[in-house]
């Protein structure tokens, strides 16, 4: 993917100095397969991919990469409520019959 769209680095006078600027060429759809590729490819490769982790919520698929390491989710406020909610309905719920 990233072949199919290669990044050049354009240069460009912004009026006081020289900026370098990475750029693709392409339909868009080539484009942006091509930066989803580089994504992944720096994601793999990132010296902290050890760190990165499945979310604990049941029904989430989403990887994360944990701002601290007793973090369990992929999102505190989505995923993160949804559990404690759970939970909370698993020790309150009224009894059987
Ligand atoms: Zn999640």
Redesign the pocket.
């Known amino acids: 993917a990233q072949r199919a769209a290669p990044s050049v680095r354009e240069l460009a006078w912004d009026g006081s100095t020289v900026t370098a600027e990475p750029s693709r060429s392409g339909p868009p759809g080539v484009i942006l397969a091509a930066i989803f590729a580089e994504a992944v490819t720096d994601l793999l490769t990132a010296s902290d991919m050890g760190k990165v982790r499945e979310?604990?919520?049941a029904d989430?698929?989403?990887l994360?990469q944990p701002a601290h390491p007793r973090r369990r989710?992929?999102?505190p406020t989505?995923?993160g409520n949804r559990a404690r909610v759970a939970r909370y309905y698993q020790r309150h719920k009224p009894p059987v019959g």
Request: hydrophobic letters at 40%; charged letters at 15%.
């Open positions: 979310c604990e919520a989430c698929v989403m994360f989710w992929c999102s989505r995923c």
